[in-house]
């Protein structure tokens, strides 16, 4: 495990895991390899293994991180059909996209990351998008707006 | 085969008019001769197909840019009488028919050099009288459903004058077609949820990825009233049900891999799920009959449905059909005939009227055999017909 | 037809497996026969016994029973020019697919499998399998082999299946 996965697996005990702030390596371990598989087994036939999208799919590699600069954004991550209606239960969505926020976002991710916690995922996956692609860039755009870059 | 035998069997006849005209007496002695033929006439179908009449979709697995739908009446007994017509429906389309309009839709997909160049997908519209294209319309976006024939991605609604067509980029949405002026109203996204069954006069629902439905109504300009997802009612792990159902009077039948069967009413705007029932009687349970195949289920015109059964079930066989096809009156929530088929079923479906006769694909040499529906008597085998993989059967409308 | 002969060795298999009816077996005829003579070759990664240390599997890739194919529905690449994880000549292999696990039998392991399809020439014709263990429905596209996966490939061809490791499953997830 190298550097990087070991810190994002400590980030996804602390969110998810209760009572556990800070894992062992084992634990650390186990957290990020059952992330990683629920990323294999529910998101990468059509997000590509590094998340780098492909045809109509989008692209999170590198640019995920900017949905986590409003909370509009943040919501829209949980909200997407492929998380929201996902067959992982809350915890393990939590997981998983923590992971993927952790492992594919580059530096389009600010350094003030708060990991979802279940119980987050739980209120925000009730509503799931229904015009996923007008809803996506409306809030790029108004991202773009905030942050004075191109998103 | 046969019409092999009918040129052979012209031979010895030809032989004879040429050894015996020469010494024939004279002309007047022969019969008349044949009538001069006109070239260039082309047959036509009745507007109304009768109740005998197929539709066999073979979409031509091996060579799927060439899939075809042969137009079929059961009620005959050679190949000669049986083929009334095909037409063609290019890389895994699926096709619906209304007697109503006259017209069987196809959704296809051509690329400019056949296997190669832009990809283009269309709504071709068949007249099913000369079974010639009579109009054509562009499906942008590359996205049309294409996968094993379904006949849950197309849907009449709005009185017959819209057309619903699933779409899966992998996002899934729903294009929606004016079938009277033979173009695109509107493109409706149906995120996670795939498929298009019926829902009130003008709206679809889509069944989702965590084991509800998402119910559309639409507004008169087809632009959306109002998405509604109903509450998860399965597990599309543990317990997932099959995308095909039967429906009858307004009810979708959906039968799941364990047995079990949905009843959901689609009467109105919001698709509204009933109590499950098993499709086993308890006594057999044992044996774990379960459905299996690809076109699994078709309904009659008596309220009844017909499910591909096998027993033995498990994980992986869900697909391979059976070789049984039991029938329910969903009234009485129970199995009313059991009938075992001559040879392995792949897919099923029942014709319409009072005297229902049950026609079955069979994968042993993708032949169909005929039943009748209501004592369960196998009646012909149907092939030869140049059929190779007719993996979806329809009842002409 | 070779459509018929790998459906129905499939199908003959299941049945001789795990049915006492015999009826079931009616109508299979000689297809049934010829499939029982079909030897299983082994691949080339080396055996268990001979390597300890190294890497097992052991099938033919050719063969609709080989483990990785657990839900493989279609054309084997390894008999169309490719291999069991790589595209024939000529061909385009689709980013976009689904994925399952299947249990390797010479190691104990399930493995995450990734079936990318290869696109852009009309059907390979070869080895047509169909298995289906852990497939769902399309209203599950993360999980099914009734889509055509040439998605986000140049044509929507379908020509034939690959089933690529792509991890180690989760023991107990």
Redesign the interface.
């Known amino acids: 495990m190298t550097k990087v996965q070991a810190a994002i697996a400590a980030l996804l005990l602390c969110s998810c895991l209760p009572a556990s702030a800070s894992g062992t390596a084992a634990e650390n371990s186990r957290a990020y ?2 992330a ?3 990323y ?7 997000h ?2 590094d998340g780098a999208g ?4 989008p692209r999170m590699k590198g640019h995920v991180g900017v949905f986590l600069q409003s909370q509009q954004g943040r919501e829209y991550l949980v909200r ?3 998380s ?4 992982l239960d809350d915890t393990r969505l939590a997981a998983v996209l923590n992971w993927i926020v952790l492992e594919f976002s580059g530096d389009s991710l600010a350094s003030d990351f708060q990991p979802y916690s279940a119980a987050e995922i739980g209120r925000m996956r009730q509503q ?6 007008d809803y996506r860039v409306e809030l790029l755009r108004t991202l773009s707006d905030a942050s004075g870059r191109n998103q | 085969m046969y019409q092999a035998l009918k040129r052979w069997a012209l031979v010895p006849a030809a032989g004879l008019l040429v050894s015996l005209a020469p010494t024939a007496a004279g002309a007047e002695d022969r019969p008349p001769p044949l009538p001069i033929e006109p070239i260039g006439v082309i047959e036509t179908l009745p507007a109304t197909y009768p109740e005998s009449w197929f539709l066999v979709h073979d979409a031509a697995f091996f060579h799927m840019s060439d899939g075809k739908v042969y137009v079929i009446d059961s009620a005959e007994d050679t190949v000669a009488e049986q083929v009334k017509g095909t037409f063609n429906v290019a890389l895994m389309g699926n096709i619906l028919h209304s007697a109503r309009r006259g017209e069987i839709y196809a959704v296809e997909t051509f690329h400019e050099r056949g296997t190669r160049g832009e990809r283009k997908d269309y709504l071709t519209i068949w007249d099913q009288q000369s079974l010639a294209p009579v109009a054509e319309v562009f499906l942008p976006g590359k ?1 049309r459903f294409m996968g094993m024939p379904s006949r849950e991605t197309l849907l009449l609604l709005n009185d017959q004058r819209w057309l619903a067509i699933a779409n899966f ?4 949405s729903v294009t929606l077609i004016d079938l009277e002026k033979r173009e695109i109203i509107s493109q409706v ?5 795939t498929f298009v069954y019926p829902s009130g006069d003008r709206g679809f629902s889509s069944l ?3 084991g509800r439905f ?1 119910s559309t109504s639409l507004e008169r300009d087809g632009s ?1 009233a109002q ?1 509604v ?1 109903t509450d998860a009612f399965f ?3 543990v317990n997932p049900i099959f995308e095909r159902a039967a429906i009858i009077n307004d009810t979708g039948y959906f039968p799941g891999f364990d047995g079990m069967v949905w009843p959901v009413d689609f009467s109105g705007k919001t698709a509204k799920v009933g109590e499950a029932w098993h499709l086993v009687p308890e006594a057999e349970r044992a044996e774990r009959w379960a459905p299996a195949g690809i076109g699994i289920i078709a309904e009659d015109d008596l309220g009844r449905f017909y499910v591909l059964m096998h027993p033995d079930a498990q994980d992986g066989s869900q697909n391979g059909g059976g070789p049984e096809v039991w029938v329910f009156d969903p009234k009485k929530q129970a199995r009313v005939a059991r009938i075992a088929l001559k040879e392995w079923g792949l897919s099923i479906t029942v014709s319409r009227g009072k005297e229902p006769k049950l026609l079955v694909t069979n994968p042993v040499n993708m032949g169909m055999e005929l039943y009748d529906a209501q004592s369960g008597d196998y009646i012909k085998t149907i092939t030869d017909i140049g059929q190779e993989t007719p993996l979806m059967l329809y009842r002409a409308e | 037809m070779k459509f018929l002969d790998r459906m129905m060795e499939q199908r003959s298999r299941e049945l001789a497996q795990r049915s006492s009816r015999r009826g079931l077996l009616k109508g299979l005829g000689s297809l049934l026969v010829g499939s029982a003579a079909i030897p299983l070759l082994p691949v080339a990664r080396a055996s268990a016994a001979g390597n300890p240390g190294q890497p097992v599997e052991e099938g033919d890739p050719s063969s609709c029973d080989y483990w990785r194919y657990c839900a493989i529905d279609g054309f084997l690449c390894d008999c169309c020019g490719g291999s069991a994880n790589t595209c024939p000549p000529g061909t385009e292999m689709s ?5 399952g ?1 299947c249990l390797n039998p010479a190691d104990g392991r399930n493995y ?1 499998i ?1 079936y990318n399809d290869c696109c852009g020439k009309s059907s390979c014709g070869a080895c047509l399998c169909q298995r289906d263990e852990g497939d769902r429905p399309p209203y ?3 999980a099914t082999n009734d889509i055509n996966w040439c ?2 490939t140049s044509s929507a061809a379908y020509h034939c299946s690959t089933a690529i490791v ?2 180690v ?2 023991e107990d ?1």
């Open positions: 390899r059952q990683h598989f629920d294999q087994m529910n998101c990468q036939g059509c590509a293994p492909a045809g109509s799919v997407v059909p492929g929201a209606t996902s067959a799931p998008l229904n015009e996923v692609d | 996205k980029s992998p996002a899934a996204p149906t995120p996670g949820c989702c990825a965590d998402m959306i998405q997802r597990s599309t792990d | 980013p976009v697919t689904w994925i696990t995450v990734s599950r596209p993360d998605l986000g792509v991890g499953a989760l997830s």
